[in-house]
């Protein structure tokens, strides 16, 4: 029989074991990147060479009115799409819960199908069905619903709505399934305990429903605000690199052009990359308060 | 009568209407898709309700112009690779991180998750230069091995070995089994929910990668299918045909896969926010 002291070193080596292939991977491809981006910011790159400026970078962005308008397209397509998004997927995962006996299954896999394609490839779907002589203009041309075509993905206005459209059909289906699993898990008694009392279904969603919802609704709120804030497929495939004339432009997709297509200044992108961290983070913080405190 | 008859009432007819219109608008993308691979380009972008007689020669285009065998297959192998790597790595790491518990290792565990909130552009510009600095741009591993250990593949995977008992890995170890035995012949035949649920994920995350590839790429050998649509698209003349042919093949196994293990899909998706 082994000592209690040797056991346990054998069992501290053993876990040493098992985590090692994932650290190794960790240190290499994402600690020492990490780290590594506090040296990048600090330089400036002019063709090959590149040159220590400090601060400059983070001096430099100030100025770049182009980047700010970019976070500002981040900020207002978060605003309106992923509220719409959370409610739309919220109203189906009560109907397909609370609503409907039949179908419920086939109803739950065609809602959830959008979410499945790469993002890539329904930016290619979308960017071609929006043509401005495209289907989506003729179909609702032929209903009535249009009078004129419009220039979905060539007029300012209508491509950011476009990307809060694509959006949408895309991500709702996801958000609606961990919605419907948090569903799953409220005791149906206390919708039967309500009904008792006489409370209307509208006083049980609002006072049963979402408040018990409310850690799932977090988690989608986090998510989805911090995938928007980092969009990048959609603006470069649906509207063509953030167009028109950079109207789609997200800070994601200007940092990518900054360092990979219109030049190669690897400080001054990695120092804009810096800023996004930054807000993920804390807007990831301030719903966490807002929504997470109420239920402690 | 039973209740289900006596209760479709005008809401209930309500209700049905607007999930079926939005099954509609779910599915048409995909049958307008479908559809598009037998179509001339013009009619691709017009529409019709008609399939055309342009398939073979659709996939002709797609094949011998833009090389579809050679996409599909850099696609698959960085997404199978990928998910080789991947389960090993992580269900080691979160069988290490759950059932050898440790200060330390605890530590670790911990700074993985944080990761997960990191956004990617902020890693994947040094990332870039690292990979250059290794001279392996341009190659199927530089995009498999920097993506195939996942925080949240751990995280999960982690949950699901809370359920496997510490008691069976002690009556093994009095039998005289090593921990490597107790953990690839014990331990992981235990999980294969899990496991594939992570498996699923993991390739799915691989396959319709865009940005990462985007970077890495610089020729034809290691272009995956999101790349080769995308370079379609913005070519001078759209060959709309043979582009919905890509489109097609790209979202067949994500869909075989999706439709042939919804649970495990399903699962992976509720084991993420307990």
Known sequence: MKAKGSFEKYLNRSGWWFVAPAMALFSVFMAYPILSSLYLVTRRWRGLRDSFIGLGNFVRMLHDGLFWHALGENFLLMIFQVPIMIALAMVFAVILHHGIRRFRGAFRLILFLPAITSLVAYSILFRILLQTNGLANNIMQNLGILQQPIAWLNDPFWASVTIVVALTWRWTGYNMIFFLVGLQNIDPEIYEAAEVDGASKVFQFFKITLPLLTPVILFSMVTSVSGTLQLFDEPNVLTNQGGPANATMTAALYIYRQAFVINSDWGYATSLSYVIVLLAAVLAAIQIRVLGGRNK | ?274
């Open chain 2, 1 to 274: 009568m039973s209740m289900a008859q006596a209760r479709f009432s005008t809401p209930r007819f309500f209700v049905y209407l607007l999930l079926v219109f939005t099954s509609l608008l779910c599915i048409f993308p995909f049958f307008w898709m479908i559809l598009g691979t037998t179509l001339n380009p013009n009619d691709v972008v017009k529409g019709t309700l008609i399939p055309g007689s342009e398939l073979l020669n659709n996939f002709v285009k797609a094949t011998k112009s833009y090389n579809l065998p050679l996409y599909f297959y850099n696609s698959f192998f960085i997404a199978s690779v990928t998910v080789i790597l991947g389960v090993i790595v992580n269900s080691m790491a979160a069988y290490g991180f759950e059932k050898f518990r440790s200060r330390a290792r605890d530590w670790v565990f911990s700074i993985f998750l944080l990761t997960l909130i990191m956004p990617q552009i902020a890693v994947i510009l040094p990332l870039f230069r690292l990979i250059a600095a290794f001279h392996m741009l341009d190659t199927h591993w530089a995009i498999i091995l920097p993506f195939s250990m996942s925080a949240f593949v751990i995280f999960f995977l982690r949950q699901n070995f809370q359920m496997f008992p510490k008691e069976i890995m002690e009556a093994a170890r009095v039998d005289g089994a090593g921990e490597a035995r107790i953990f690839t012949q014990i331990a992981m035949p235990s999980m294969k929910a899990g496991i594939a649920s992570a498996a699923i994920l993991l390739f799915i995350t691989q396959w319709n990668s865009y940005l990462w590839p985007l970077i890495i790429t610089l020729s034809d050998k290691t272009k995956t299918l999101p790349l080769a649509m995308q370079s379609m698209m913005s070519a001078y003349t759209v060959e709309y045909g043979g582009l919905m042919v890509i489109v097609t093949v790209s979202l067949i196994p994500v869909l075989v896969v999706f439709l042939a293990m919804q649970k495990h899909f399903v699962a992976g998706l509720v084991g993420s926010i307990k």
